[in-house]
Structures are given as structure tokens and as C-alpha cells.
């Protein structure tokens, strides 16, 4: 099933034991252990949206809450910092030593990480928990690829249709509950946290009772657990961490808490780089038995090709998902009630398209052909986001919808069709640099928006407000006062300008809409060039229709179950 360049089992391992449908004991997927296990994977995933989509809707609420504290915005940095990084390294310690004991200790640092945020009395404490939530995060994103090996081959799509559609509610409506709970509950933002708490704590009592996949001993036979640490690489993963970490940093700081240009985002983006380097060096050179990367991986030009599509097609993605919401607050309603409701129309589309991936990558058939048209479709409607102004509200609806269903169907099929290039064993470590590669250069994606928005409202903002507010009656003399006030950023101060009257106002106000439209518009466009390279990846993905067959990467240990081929060797430990 696997390309013959993709990564081969470790020495001493024992031969990944793939299986057909019917191999399996009657009422498998019936049994308590399974079920069990597939709630609690549908509970990771929902703890996943709740330690993020949540508190990163309540920044606001917190800040006022505890603060405030100049560094609040680190609350969903470190979050995401955290499990960028992680995510690799979770999936593949779990393709080696098994995933029982890393599911349950990333559910326990999520309980923990939500209890230290809602009980927190200040901005830091918060943040500290946002690090324990992080590293749970980089577990949680395996609800992808966790139950997906426990079911056949062909059934890997509606299963994961069938998860994302228990996280909807949050996913879709997140910013809505957020909100929702800030203005009508006494414990206000602390719910988001209450909430996780609550699922966490449940996939434990489930992943406890019910989630045996094979563990160490199925997978390594006689090699010792001390063998396997001493094989890890530890000096990859360092070199990787520590670059992941310094360039995410890095970006996050350009342009808001220091300047490009300036010494902190400069060394640690530097660094960082070199540190990345290094690590895809050592990786290709070294001699090593057990590779946290294996260059072989990225040398599968089907793989290859389907990650740089989802990734890349990702970062188009935020230009929705980041985009749209300021765009909606600064030309079409500053309630924010409203701009919530407007705000979800890509959560919503992204979700949908996630359920339809799920539904029809198999009927349809010709995956190659389906990730090409999801590209497709997702540049064309980032693009056509550039035609929206104060007036054409309907369009942004309309086009972030289209967007974010085509956005969801890619990220469902790429998720599906990446592990089938690999061998089953490998499964951790394809769908997990799949994730990580999503991370980074989605953080990637923020910055470079962020930064060309902020100096096209800078060079739009002047010319066109104060031309409008001239050509309404205001006087000339009046113009530096104008720009000072819009600076200001309230009504007191836009009122106080000399000669101001409401028809200059009126004018004002609908210049400043203009101008960003304007401004909004270059990002949009900048959006198109990252879909083009989406769409020239996915013309080299391969099929992998054929491979959506019976095949069953891992089965769990059932005590119903009396297959002897299975028995042999005995249960994991954790079994017993």
C-alpha cells in the first residue's frame, strides 16, 4: 500500500499488522471499548475548540477582568506556540510507544491547564495555563488520526465527518458562546474554562476504561522501552522545537510589541531559521535508527504534494478567518452582537465543508481531482473578497461561506488522503507534521497579513479621509486636527475638529469604510498568489482511491475478542 520511499519500521520492530475488515471478531465496533473510545475522541476534539476558539474570543473580557497586563495577547499565542511544535513529536512518540498512556496524560495537562485559567486571579496565571492547554492541544489535534486507524481504510472520512460534527457548536459558534457567556453569566469568561474542564475530565474516565490500542510491546516485540528512548532523537527534536518556537515568536512580535527591524524579532527569527537548517540537515545526514523526521517522508511526492496543498491552502484560509471579522467591525457594524453573527459565516462554511468532505470523498472518488477543485475554489472566493466595500455586505457573507466550505473539504480530504501514502505504522508521523506544517505557516500567513494591513490602512487612510471631508465642507486648515482625531479613535474627538458639522461626519465615517476596503482589498489579493501555489501542489498529489479499502491499521485489545493471531504475545501491560 505504501510508496517504497516511505520510512521502514525500526530495527527490532515487529511488522505493522494491518488488517482486512473481516479479520476482525464479530461486534468489534459494537463493543464497549470501542465506543468508548470514540467518545472520548469526539470529547478531545471538543476540548480542542474550548481551549482555543473560546478564550481567544475572551481576550477582551480577561485583560479587563485581571488586568491590565500588556501581555494578555500571549494567552492564545502560547497556545498556539505550544502546539505547533508538539504536534509532531505527539505523533510520533505515539507510532512508537504506543498512544494510550500520551492520550491520557495530554486530556490530564488540558484538566489541569483549564482549572489554573478558570481560577486565576491575574493576566500571568492565565497565560500559564495556557501553556499546559497548549501542550493538551497538541494531543487533542490527534483526534484526526486516532480513531481513524481503529476503522477500515474506506471508512476514515465519515468517521472523521462525524467527529467534526460533535465539535460544531464550538467550531462554528464559538465566538457567539463567548460572548454569550462575557454578558449573561456571573462566572462570565471563566465558563470557556469550566466547559473544558468538564470534557477533559470525561475522555480521561473514557481513554482510562476503554482506549487499549497496541502498545509498546505490539509494536517493538523484545526491544526494551529503554532501547527505544536511547534510539529517540532527541538532538532532531530539540534542533526542531527550538526553530518552531524562535520563528512563531518572532513573528508574533513583529509589528506589535516590537518593530521589524528591531534587535528582539530579528536574533530570535535569525536563530530560529538556523536552527530549522540545522535540523533538516542533521535529519538527512546524521545516522540515525529512529528519526523524528524521515526525510524519505518528504521525498514521496504524493505526500509532498498534498501537504503543501492543505498548507498553503490554509494560510489563504486566514485570510478569511482573521480578515473578515475586522473587516466586518470597520465597514459594517460596530455592535458586537451583530459583527458575531456576520463574523461566523467562514467557521460555519468551514465546518460544513469538513462534514461534506466526509460524506463524499469516497462516493465521489477521483481524490486527486477533489483536492484540485477544493484549491480551486478556495482561491477564487479568498480573491473575490476583494471586491467587498461598506456596501456590499452580502458579498463578504457569501464569499468567506464559499471559501470556508471549500476550506473545510480540503483540510478533511488532506487529513484522509496523507496517511494513506505512508505505511500504517506511520500514521502519527504523517498526519502529525501534516498539523505541525498547518500550524506554522498559518502563524506564517498571520503576520504577513497582519503586516500588509496595517501599512495599507497607514498609506490609505489620510488621503482619503481627509479628501472626503474637504470636499464635505471641512476646512483646510482643519485637515491635521481631522487625522489626529481619527487617530483618537472616538466620536468626542472627531467632534471637537474645527468646523466639524454632521454632514462632514457622515462623510468622514464613510471615507473611513472606503479606506479600508481599500486596504482590505491588497490582503485579499496578496491571498490569491498563496492559492495559486496551492493549486500547482495538488496537480502532483497522487490517487489514493484504491486505498480506501478494508484495511485496518491498529485494532484495540477487546476482551471478547479470541482471535489467536492477536492474543499472541499477550495484551500491553495496560490491558491487564
Keep these: 500500500m505504501a510508496d517504497e520511499k516511505t520510512p521502514q519500521p525500526v530495527e527490532g520492530s515487529i511488522q505493522s499488522r494491518s488488517m482486512d475488515l473481516n479479520q476482525l471478531p464479530a461486534g468489534y465496533y459494537w463493543s464497549p471499548n470501542f465506543i468508548g473510545s470514540l467518545i472520548a475522541g469526539c470529547l478531545m476534539a471538543i476540548s480542542l475548540y474550548l481551549g482555543y476558539v473560546l478564550p481567544v474570543n475572551s481576550l477582551t473580557a480577561i485583560n479587563k477582568d485581571l488586568g491590565p497586563d500588556p501581555n494578555y495577547s500571549m494567552i492564545s499565542t502560547v497556545f498556539t506556540l505550544i502546539s505547533g511544535v508538539g504536534l509532531l513529536l505527539v505523533g510520533r512518540l505515539g507510532d512508537i510507544f504506543g498512544r494510550r498512556y500520551i492520550l491520557i496524560g495530554g486530556q490530564l495537562l488540558g484538566l489541569i491547564g483549564a482549572i489554573v485559567c478558570a481560577t486565576a486571579k491575574t493576566v500571568p496565571t492565565v497565560i500559564g495555563g495556557s501553556v499546559l492547554c497548549g ?118 512580535w513583529g509589528g506589535t510589541s516590537y518593530a521589524w527591524d528591531s534587535a528582539h524579532v530579528v536574533a530570535v527569527l535569525v536563530i530560529g531559521f538556523v536552527s530549522v537548517i540545522a535540523f533538516v540537515i542533521y535529519e538527512i545526514y546524521a545516522p540515525l535508527e529512529q528519526p523524528l523526521l524521515p526525510m524519505s517522508l518528504l521525498r514521496n511526492p504524493g505526500y509532498a504534494a498534498t501537504v503543501c496543498s492543505a498548507l498553503v491552502g490554509n494560510m489563504v484560509y486566514f485570510s478569511m478567518s482573521l480578515l473578515w471579522p475586522q473587516a466586518v467591525l470597520h465597514m459594517f457594524t460596530t455592535n458586537s452582537i451583530k459583527a458575531g453573527w456576520l463574523s461566523i459565516s467562514t467557521g460555519v462554511g468551514v465546518i460544513i465543508g469538513e462534514i461534506a468532505g466526509g460524506v463524499l470523498m469516497k462516493p465521489l472518488g477521483f481524490t486527486k481531482y477533489q483536492l484540485i477543485a477544493s484549491t480551486v475554489t478556495i482561491t477564487a472566493f479568498s480573491g473575490a473578497l476583494a471586491a467587498i466595500n461598506q456596501h456590499r455586505q452580502a458579498y463578504g457573507i457569501a464569499f468567506t461561506a ?91 474627538a472627531l467632534e471637537a475638529v474645527p468646523g466639524m458639522t454632521s454632514k462632514i461626519l457622515a462623510a468622514v465615517a464613510d471615507a473611513q469604510k472606503t479606506a479600508y476596503a481599500e486596504s482590505f482589498r491588497t490582503v485579499f489579493c496578496v491571498s490569491i498568489a498563496f492559492g495559486g501555489l496551492s493549486i500547482i501542489a495538488s496537480l502532483f498529489s497522487k490517487e489514493v482511491d484504491t486505498r480506501l479499502d478494508g484495511g485496518v491499521a491498529a485494532k484495540l485489545v477487546v476482551k471478547e475478542d479470541s482471535s489467536a493471531a492477536w492474543e499472541k504475545g499477550g495484551a500491553d501491560e495496560e490491558a491487564h
Excluded: H
Design 402 to 492: 464559499i471559501g470556508g466550505f471549500a476550506v473545510g473539504y480540503l483540510e478533511l480530504i488532506t487529513i484522509i488522503m496523507c496517511p494513506l501514502y505512508c505505511k500504517p505504522e506511520d500514521i502519527g508521523l504523517a498526519s502529525g507534521f501534516l498539523g505541525s506544517a498547518k500550524q506554522i505557516f498559518g502563524t506564517i500567513a498571520t503576520a504577513i497579513y497582519v503586516a500588509i494591513l496595517q501599512n495599507r490602512i497607514t498609506a490609505n487612510m489620510p488621503g482619503t479621509v481627509s479628501g472626503a471631508a474637504t470636499k464635505a465642507g471641512l476646512p483646510a486648515s482643519s485637515v491635521t486636527d481631522l487625522l489626529e482625531a481619527i487617530g483618537a479613535g472616538t466620536s468626542a
Design 135 to 252: 501542550l493538551a492541544a497538541a494531543v487533542q489535534l490527534t483526534f484526526t488520526f486516532v480513531i481513524a486507524e481503529l476503522v477500515p481504510n474506506r471508512a476514515r472520512p465519515v468517521v472523521n465527518a462525524g467527529i467534526f460534527i460533535t465539535t460544531l457548536p464550538f467550531s462554528a459558534f464559538g465566538s457567539i458562546i463567548a460572548s454569550d457567556f462575557i454578558a449573561n453569566t456571573a462566572a462570565s469568561w471563566r465558563w470557556t474554562y469550566y466547559l473544558n474542564m468538564i470534557t477533559c475530565g470525561l475522555s480521561i474516565i473514557l481513554l482510562v476504561l476503554f482506549y487499549f490500542p497496541p502498545g509498546w510491546d505490539r509494536k517493538r516485540g523484545s526491544q526494551s522501552r529503554l532501547d527505544g528512548l536511547k534510539k529517540f532523537d532527541i538532538i532532531g527534536f530539540v534542533l526542531y522545537a527550538g526553530g518552531i518556537v524562535l520563528i512563531l515568536l518572532g513573528l508574533s
